[in-house]
T-cell receptor, first 110, second 116 residues
Framework: KAGVTQTPRYLIKTRGQQVTLSCSPISGHRSVSWYQQTPGQGLQFLFE???????NKGNFPGRFSGRQFSNSRSEMNVSTLELGDSALYLC?????????FGQGTRLTVV | AQSVTQLGSHVSVSEGALVLLRCNYSSSVPPYLFWYVQYPNQGLQLLLK??????LVKGINGFEAEFKKSETSFHLTKPSAHMSDAAEYFC??????????????FGRGTQLTVWP
């Protein structure tokens, strides 16, 4: 069974640009969540989607957005990038009692 | 509200020694508790979980954890450390019920170093 796939693995962007990250969950999983991981703030929750609906949202500015498609694949978008957005972005797909994480996308903003 | 506190951001042990990583939580609902491990530039791998039932749970790679409701703790142990255990470990509590697991609340992590 394939795991959670995140693309791309690494990304370098310039301040002010926008970026889209992709996540393909495990087959059959309808819930996808996104987390940002930085050395200073640790693991912070961005949002959760279930059956194309956003169920929960963390405390991030509106520049961070996401969506989920009918096949459960999810994307997150960050507009007007700032240096502080440099982080490892992790996607998790989950069932009722277990969450499985992808390898993450390492975003560097220069 | 849910939150997790991991005591000790760095733990060092000798190979073959006992590993003990501490985790305390607060939760407004009966908690689901998790331990994850992260190797450099990798995602999070689930080591073990507690949902209901037996309070001593066994996970992968010889790790186990005990849920103690009275102490609101979920400490991770391994009787004998191996060099390959060196990694960062995260304790997490779930805020969800029903059809989805919901948001996970993570501790700040504990970096485990294993000396030969």
């Amino acid at each position: 069974k394939a795991g959670v796939t995140q693309t791309p693995r690494y990304l370098i962007k310039t301040r002010g640009q926008q970026v889209t990250l992709s996540c393909s969950p495990i087959s059959g999983h309808r819930s996808v969540s996104w987390y940002q991981q930085t050395p200073g703030q640790g693991l912070q929750f961005l949002f959760e989607y279930f059956s194309e609906t956003q169920r929960n949202k963390g405390n991030f500015p509106g520049r961070f957005s996401g969506r989920q498609f009918s096949n459960s694949r999810s994307e997150m978008n960050v507009s007007t990038l700032e240096l502080g957005d440099s982080a490892l972005y992790l996607c998790a797909s989950s069932l009722e009692s277990e969450a499985f994480f992808g390898q993450g996308t390492r975003l560097t903003v220069v | 509200a849910q939150s997790v506190t991991q005591l000790g951001s760095h733990v060092s042990v000798s190979e073959g020694a006992l590993v003990l990583l501490r985790c305390n939580y607060s939760s407004s609902v009966p908690p689901y508790l998790f331990w994850y491990v992260q190797y450099p530039n990798q995602g999070l791998q689930l080591l073990l979980k507690y949902t209901t039932g037996a309070t001593l749970v066994k996970g992968i790679n010889g790790f186990e954890a005990e849920f103690k409701k009275s102490e609101t703790s979920f400490h991770l142990t391994k009787p004998s450390a191996h060099m390959s255990d060196a990694a960062e470990y995260f304790c997490a509590v779930s805020g969800g019920r029903g059809s989805t697991l919901g948001r996970l609340y993570f501790g700040r992590g504990t970096q485990l170093t294993v000396w030969p």
